[in-house]
């Protein structure tokens, strides 16, 4: 499918961990790094993971080791395991493929899904 599908968001504790799942159609997930941002109430949506095509890792700053993103390129699917998490965390999660400009920065390109909401509250 050109929109991707996320999945796994839940209500969860402080510290506890929940894993994503975003599928997207072949044609864009095997020629495209990967990213997840995520949106909460009242703010602008934010990057937090990108994978690339080779498999290379990049964090925001506040879910550098907490966060884990991975790709299966066989079964075309996005993940992000999320550890430790904390009440900012609470966002609807959404994942899309990325370009990047000459600057090495990243950003987003493909369409927006759905989302899945997490909540992070005791």
């Known amino acids: 499918q050109v929109v991707p599908v996320e999945s796994g968001g839940g209500l969860v504790q402080p510290g506890g961990s929940l894993r994503l799942s975003c599928t997207v159609s072949r044609s864009i997930f095997s020629i495209s790094s990967m990213g997840w941002y995520r949106q909460a109430p009242g703010k602008q949506r934010e990057q937090v993971a990108v994978i690339t095509i080779g498999g290379g890792s990049y964090y925001a700053d506040s879910v550098k080791g907490r966060f884990t993103i991975s790709r299966d390129n066989d079964k075309m699917i996005l993940y992000l395991q999320m550890d430790n998490l904390k009440p900012e965390d609470t966002a609807v999660y959404y994942c899309?493929?990325?370009?990047?400009?000459?600057?090495?920065?990243?950003?987003?390109?493909?369409?927006w899904g759905q989302g899945t909401q997490v909540t992070v509250s005791s």
């Open positions: 899309t493929n990325v370009g990047t400009y000459d600057t090495g920065i990243f950003y987003p390109r493909g369409s």
